[in-house]
T-cell receptor
Framework: AQKITQTQPGMFVQEKEAVTLDCTYD???????LFWYKQPSSGEMIFLIY??????QNATEGRYSLNFQKARKSANLVISASQLGDSAMYFC?????????????FGQGTELSVKP | DTEVTQTPKHLVMGMTNKKSLKCEQH?????MYWYKQKAKKPPELMFV???????INESVPSRFSPECPNSSLLNLHLHALQPEDSALYLC??????????????FGDGTRLSIL
């Protein structure tokens, strides 16, 4: 079974609008971390934001926020005021403490295109 | 600027060549990783080093040989590669710990093409 599911292979958003990228996860580990990464066409994998399973507040980093709904096992990334430079592949990932040897498990990714 | 540096950025090699990919980090991290990534796919974990010791080998063929000379450096030695090994190779580093945190920080990658 997929541990990380990103159901949107591709998305379009108008410049300056907000966009939500979906991510659901599956784990029995009570302690885990959720991460979002951005990968432009140039290849570098850029860490955006982190949410811990015990964190009470949703994580925010500048224009990025993570909508963490623990009961629904979802960790959606919200990008506010989209910019042309946000066009990239976005990966959701999870790291379990006790399972999987602490490995980072990636979803299949969502390709975001920002239109001018 | 990325704090994990990979060289070279591009590499073209024949199937009989021997080459090495290099990775250096100055973040004080004690875990380092090699990933292989095909276009429009997520990275696939190859190797993990923790405190300079190999802790995970994801059943990678022996034509890939990792080496961790010290806490800042990670190498991947390549020999007799196949065309299907053409991919983006990413290095990453992170803190070691039993918490869920400790994001992995990636380098810019090496684009490898096997002729």
């Amino acid at each position: 079974a997929q541990k990380i599911t990103q159901t949107q292979p591709g998305m379009f958003v108008q410049e300056k609008e907000a966009v939500t990228l979906d991510c659901t996860y599956d784990t029995s580990d009570p302690s885990y971390g959720l991460f979002w990464y951005k990968q432009p066409s140039s290849g570098e994998m850029i860490f955006l934001i982190y949410q811990g399973s015990y964190d009470q507040q949703n994580a925010t980093e500048g224009r990025y926020s993570l909508n963490f709904q623990k009961a629904r096992k979802s960790a959606n990334l919200v990008i506010s005021a989209s910019q042309l430079g946000d066009s990239a592949m976005y990966f959701c990932a999870m790291r379990e403490v006790y399972n999987q040897g602490g490995k980072l498990i990636f979803g299949q990714g969502t390709e975001l295109s920002v239109k001018p | 600027d990325t704090e994990v540096t990979q060289t070279p950025k591009h590499l073209v090699m024949g199937m009989t060549n021997k080459k090495s990919l290099k990775c250096e980090q100055h973040m004080g991290h004690r875990a380092m990783y090699w990933y292989k990534q095909k276009a429009k796919k997520p990275p696939e974990l190859m190797f993990v080093y923790s405190y300079e010791k190999l802790s995970i080998n994801e059943s990678v063929p022996s034509r890939f040989s990792p080496e961790c000379p010290n806490s800042s450096l990670l190498n991947l030695h390549l020999h007799a590669l196949q065309p299907e090994d053409s991919a983006l190779y990413l290095c990453a580093s992170s803190q070691v710990g039993r918490t869920g945190g400790g994001a992995q920080h990636f380098g810019d990658g090496t684009r490898l093409s096997i002729l």
